[in-house]
């Protein structure tokens, strides 16, 4: 009954349009009925707005740490892409599920949801926790709510999986975080007489290329941090904007860039290097020229890495939980750093589909790792029994 329940719950809960700048409350509202409708109660935890909510529920047992199962409910935008078929709308095809959402990350979601009668059919003697999460996507914004929530609960759970797809095996560690917005102002002059402006194209050039060869330090001297795709912590620019006309000294420019740091690499000193080139080796000679020019830096979005030893219960538990063998680091971010960091929670990412398959035109999930995610769940519910 699970595995129809898993299809059913997976085709309507990618229907809801999330993309992380909508609201997720028909999503969130639907968990909530739908747990409702078997007699587990929920709490939502809203943004200042009141346009968007996490929730979080217990299944067994309230008086005892359990084991949470987090999954954010946005998903990334699909404007511009090339969608074969509508992509709030499952399509099966040759045993994939396409649909945006299907891999990252509704189908974790809906499987757990699906798996809730059995749960307590089953009586459980250690509860699962749901934590469903908002805007993600854009930085593990929602989830702070909940963090806050959670902080001041007399027991708090005593483990995490967050349920990125990993094609179900378990990950004990991923990278870090941290976006900035470079806004450089200068002085517009005509182009003929360029000494008596300061151009602020130049001058983000000159700190974009000072962070390229910061990055590349970094790859070729470390530290490096062996199980990585990448092991070496990289930095990146990855948007740029600036100047109003060629005949026009460019009065601002603006430019985004991120460090993606391995778990033990602090990134603030590498930020605090850039910050210190900027304000002390190129902001002189633009405010030698006008006092008012110079670099301004703003926070886009961050969260921590995530490092769990080997040895922690949580991933022998999780292991013994899923068919594929090994542990393994990843390049992307997820929420377990921040449960792990502001709550002391133990965390592992696993969960499935592929993560090659998210952010595309064309999103999909194969049915086997639906199936896998079927036994993954009838296992937990019998280990907590």
């Known amino acids: 009954m699970a595995d129809i329940e898993s299809l059913e719950l997976i085709e309507k809960l990618i229907q809801f349009d999330t993309t992380s700048y909508k609201s997720n409350l028909e999503l969130i509202e639907f968990v909530r009925d739908y747990l409702l409708s078997f007699g587990v109660e929920s709490q939502l935890v809203y ?3 009141q346009s968007k909510a996490n929730l979080y529920a217990t299944i067994g047992p309230k008086d005892v740490p359990g084991v949470m199962l987090s999954g954010h409910t946005d998903v990334v935008p699909v404007t511009g892409q090339n969608w074969h078929s509508e992509p709030f709308s499952v399509v099966e095809k040759d045993g994939l599920l396409y649909g945006r959402g299907t891999a990252d990350m509704k189908s974790f979601i809906a499987i757990a949801l699906a798996f809730v009668p059995e749960m307590l059919r089953a009586n459980l003697t250690t509860p699962v926790h749901l934590a469903f999460s908002f805007d993600e996507e854009i930085g593990c914004v929602g989830v702070r709510h909940l963090l806050k929530m959670m902080a001041d609960m007399p027991i708090k759970p005593a483990m995490c999986i967050v349920g990125e797809p990993t094609s179900m095996q378990v990950v004990n560690a991923h990278k870090g975080k941290l976006a900035q917005r470079v806004t450089v102002k200068g002085l517009e002059a005509h182009s003929s007489l360029p000494h008596t402006g300061v151009n602020a194209v130049d001058y983000a050039a000159e700190l974009v290329v000072y962070i390229r060869k910061l990055g590349k330090q ?3 001297q470390g530290p490096h941090e062996e199980g990585f795709e990448v092991t070496y912590t990289t930095l990146h620019t990855g948007k740029i904007n600036g100047g109003t006309a060629l005949n026009i000294v460019p009065k601002e420019c603006t430019f985004d860039f991120e460090i993606r740091n391995i778990p033990g ?16 080796t190129l902001q002189p000679e633009m405010t030698a020229v006008d006092k008012d020019s110079g670099f301004e830096f703003n926070q886009l979005s961050g969260y921590p890495g995530m490092f769990t030893p080997a040895d ?10 899923t068919d594929v063998q090994g542990l393994k ?11 792990t960091e502001r709550l002391g929670i133990p965390t592992v990412v696993c969960g499935p589909g592929n993560i090659k398959q998210a952010h595309k035109p064309n999103e999909f ?3 086997e790792q639906v199936a896998a995610m ?9 280990a907590l029994t």
Do not use: C, H
């Open 329 to 339: 680091k990843i390049t992307f971010g997820t929420e377990g750093g921040l449960f």
């Open 365 to 367: 999930i194969a049915l």
């Open 265 to 280: 690499q602090d990134p603030v000193p590498l930020l605090e290097d850039i910050k210190n080139y900027a304000f002390n």
């Open 374 to 382: 079927n036994s993954f769940m009838r296992r937990l519910i019998t």
């Open 47 to 49: 943004n200042p707005e």
């Open 218 to 220: 970094l790859a070729e």
């Open 312 to 321: 922690e219960d949580v991933v022998n538990f999780v292991k013994g939980l």
